[in-house]
């Protein structure tokens, strides 16, 4: 088993993303990053604590490479936008990934090179080290499946569904 912890914007997004992977075995959507002792939607939304909306993608590698988990990340938002995803602006909505040491730093590293080559513009996307996690209320876990009517959801998220199934449907389950 392996967990990745990665911010790409809305958690929402990256929720509803990688809940369709196979191999995937669980995905928490969180705050990380910042220094606020105890942070929730609204304080976190405000852009005043430092953290990021982020997920904990916890995986079977032997099921789904690790790549392939990171390739997704970089499909699923613009890693070339600063501290922005379409309308959500904001830090709280910025492009990093929390490594939890060298290794993974690397390997986080290697991945924004590899991804990098499919963008004109520079990837923006931070390597931060792993802090405290907080998760996020219930009502944003799996906010996508339990609201795939909501116009957030119908406008932003079900085009990075597509695009994933488009890209990757060897990896989805649904």
């Not at 002792?37 to 939304?45: L, M, R, S, T």
Request: hydrophobic share 40%; glycine share 6%.
């Amino acid at each position: 088993m392996r967990e990745l912890t990665l911010a790409g914007g809305c958690f929402w997004c990256l929720d509803a993303v990688y809940r369709r992977v196979r191999g995937v075995l669980d995905v928490v959507s969180g705050y990380t990053g910042g220094a606020h002792p105890d942070p929730d939607y609204e304080a976190v939304c405000s852009g005043a604590t430092g953290h990021a909306e982020a997920v904990r993608v916890r995986y079977d590698a032997s099921v789904v490479p690790t790549d392939v988990i990171l390739q997704m990340f970089f499909t699923s938002h613009d890693p070339t936008s600063l501290n922005r995803q379409g309308h959500d602006v904001g830090t709280q909505y910025r492009s990093a990934m929390f490594y939890r040491d060298e290794a993974e730093r690397q390997l986080f590293a290697s991945a924004i090179a590899d991804a990098q080559r499919l963008y004109r513009r520079p990837i923006v996307t931070t390597l931060e080290p792993a802090a405290a996690w907080f998760d996020a209320e219930d009502v944003h876990q799996g906010f996508y499946d339990a609201r795939p009517f909501n116009g957030y959801c119908r406008v932003v998220i079900d085009p990075k569904i597509a695009k994933a199934r488009e890209h990757y449907a060897v990896w989805l389950e649904r």
